[in-house]
């Protein structure tokens, strides 16, 4: 009975003390279950949610920041220990909105990972709060490793680059509080690099704790879209577009590159479609440099005067010509 | 303060302080494919790229937060490789695509 009223006050106490600040965390509406749900039931509404959100598996924007959320109720809920304590508070809460006539469920704020975060570390402190892969907090243990994004334009990748980097780096200060610490650093981007690549620079994660080494940062290169020219593997492809009578009569257009312009021939009787290959033009590769494919997209005036439609009549009449002639053979 | 930095190699030994998973644990991701040594015939002399440190612990985090069985674990990386591949190969084709079609104007 002593703890039932401990535990209430400490809830009374958690709620007066954080106020509009810290809402309590309904962990039983994060996993979807009822509050009276075994422990089957929150163990697979956990995992069901983990294959939806973990940001190892999910696409989904925001899956990490959910996964959080799904997996610190889940640390809660399925240790009968914590179970038990958060219920307690709970029913406090319910009891203090009942006498104080606020409707359940009416905290009127959004919920962030970080309030999440808080909640746990203060209901359960920073000594029981819960390890995840995301979260380091355990004595003499290496840091934490970090990954950030790096966008590099495709010019970039022609040759090794140096870039600045900012980033935030979390640790516990001497008091054991969560604290972020800014982070400058100069990074070389070597010459080559692909979409989706990871560059790992050691030690340069988050600090260790208790003389433990520090984390690793994950540098994740994202090329960014170039407004022409789309990547594959370590070449590179353009859409020409082309005139009905370029295609037809040939042409030489000047095409870009990545480091200048070229003349390219377009042979007559070309085709939409067709690719054409130039040596060399392409990213860096390890064994050697790609080529650049320009990719033939035949296309038509958006509108056509008179005179002109009348030639495009005369044409059709001599040219005899059937596109669709491989319909009649199916 | 900046600093310049640059990315690493690392040999197996390297790589079994970086991750909290066993030796045969870790053997089992190189024997089924899922780390490849850049060089080397055996674990004294096999040289990893650095970004297999972040390979394992992916694979620690999925064998953790989704509890599944290490044994399993080539298959889910497997399949998740063949995922990412796949999505990038949509983006690319859809990317190529949208270079060639054109919506109607009403």
Redesign the interface.
């Known amino acids: 009975m002593l703890e039932v009223i401990s535990c209430q006050m400490q809830a009374a106490c958690l709620i007066e003390k954080n106020g509009p600040l810290m809402d309590f965390k309904d962990y039983y509406a994060t996993l979807g279950v009822q509050p009276d749900a075994d422990d089957k039931t929150i163990k697979t509404a956990y995992?069901k949610l983990?294959?939806q959100y973990?940001p190892?598996?999910s696409?989904l924007a925001g899956a990490e920041e959910k996964?959080k959320e799904v997996?610190e109720a889940y640390e809660v809920l399925h240790s009968v220990e914590k179970r038990a304590e958060y219920d307690e508070l709970r029913q406090a809460r319910q009891q203090r909105q009942h006498y104080s006539g606020a409707p359940p469920g009416a905290s009127g704020s959004r919920e962030t990972n970080q309030d999440f975060a808080d909640f746990f570390e203060s209901m359960f402190g920073s000594a029981g709060a819960r390890q995840?892969?995301f979260d380091d907090n355990r004595f003499a243990q290496k840091g934490r490793?970090v990954?950030i994004e790096m966008p590099v334009f495709l010019e970039e990748t022609l040759e090794n680059t140096?870039k600045?980097v900012e980033f935030m780096l979390p640790y516990r200060d001497e008091q054991g509080r969560m604290q972020e610490l800014k982070k400058?650093?100069?990074?070389?981007i070597?010459a080559g690099v692909r979409?989706?690549?990871?560059?790992?620079?050691?030690g340069?994660g988050a600090p260790g704790s208790g003389n433990a080494a520090n984390g690793?940062l994950?540098l994740h290169i994202r090329l960014v879209?170039h407004p022409l020219f789309?990547?594959?593997g370590h070449n590179l492809?353009i859409?020409v577009p082309l005139a009905p009578w370029e295609a037809a009569l040939g042409t030489k257009v000047t095409i870009p590159t990545l480091v200048g312009k070229i003349q390219l021939t377009i042979r007559p009787d070309s085709q939409s479609g067709q690719r054409l290959r130039i040596k060399g033009k392409g990213l860096v590769g390890k064994s050697g440099p790609g080529d650049l494919f320009a990719v033939l997209?035949v296309v038509m005036p958006r509108q056509t005067d008179e005179a002109t439609r009348k030639l495009w009549a005369q044409l059709a009449d001599k040219a005899g010509f059937d596109p669709r002639a491989e319909w009649s053979q199916a | 303060m900046m600093s310049t930095v640059t990315h690493v190699h690392i040999n197996f030994a390297e790589l079994r302080q970086c991750v909290s998973i066993s030796e045969d644990q870790l053997l089992q991701l190189v024997t089924e494919g899922i780390l490849n040594p850049r060089t080397g015939q055996g674990p004294e002399e096999w040289e990893f790229d650095s970004t297999s440190v972040s390979l394992v612990h992916k694979a620690e985090r999925i064998c953790h937060d989704l509890a599944v069985d290490w044994s399993d674990m080539p298959l889910v990386l497997g399949l998740l490789e063949e995922v990412q591949q796949l999505r990038a190969e949509n983006t690319y084709l859809r990317q190529r695509l949208g270079r060639f079609l054109q919506d109607e104007q009403s």
């Open positions: 995992r983990a294959r973990h190892d598996v696409s996964f997996a995840t892969p490793d990954e140096s600045p400058s650093l100069k990074v070389k070597p979409d989706g690549e990871r560059i790992r620079l050691k340069q690793d994950y879209p789309d990547v594959e492809v859409t997209k």
